[in-house]
C-alpha cells in the first residue's frame, strides 16, 4: 500500500524564496535516494469556510503563509528505508540547523499515512 509523509507549515512570505531553494535541495535528495513523488505546495485558496482552514490550525502569524507537502512511497517499509538513508546524507544535514531554518520548526505538523485512494 502507498505511503505518504504529509507536512503543514508556517513560512514568513519574506522567506519563500529561502524555502524554495532548501526545498528543491531536499527534493533532490529524496528522490535520489528512492522517494516516489515529493511536493512543495504553498498556500492560495485559504480562507475557507469548511472546517478548520490550515491557517488557523497552525496560528499563522501576520505576514506568514501556508505550505503543504508530501513525500510518497511503495509501503511504509520503502519510507523507512529511504528515510535512513535521507537521514544519514550529509547534505540534509547541513540544511537542518534550527538556526537557520527558513520557518519555525517547532510549528510544523507532520505525521505517515497509507493511502486509502488513488495511486
Known amino acids: 500500500m502507498r505511503y505518504v509523509d504529509g507536512f503543514v507549515l508556517a513560512v514568513p ?26 511536493k512543495e505546495c504553498v498556500g492560495e485558496d485559504l480562507k475557507v469556510k469548511l472546517g478548520i482552514p490550515f491557517p488557523r490550525m497552525i496560528k499563522v502569524k501576520p505576514g506568514e503563509t501556508v505550505v503543504f507537502s508530501w513525500i510518497m512511497y511503495k509501503d511504509r517499509a520503502h519510507r523507512d528505508r ?20 527558513p520557518f519555525d520548526c517547532k510549528r510544523m505538523c507532520y505525521g505517515g499515512f497509507e493511502v486509502l485512494v488513488g495511486a
Open 13 to 38: 512570505k519574506k522567506n519563500l524564496q529561502a524555502y524554495r531553494r532548501m526545498a528543491r535541495k531536499a527534493e533532490k535528495i529524496w528522490r535520489e535516494l528512492g522517494a516516489l513523488d515529493y
Open 82 to 101: 529511504v528515510n535512513a538513508k535521507v537521514m544519514k546524507d550529509p547534505r540534509i544535514a547541513s540544511m537542518c540547523d534550527p538556526k537557520s531554518m
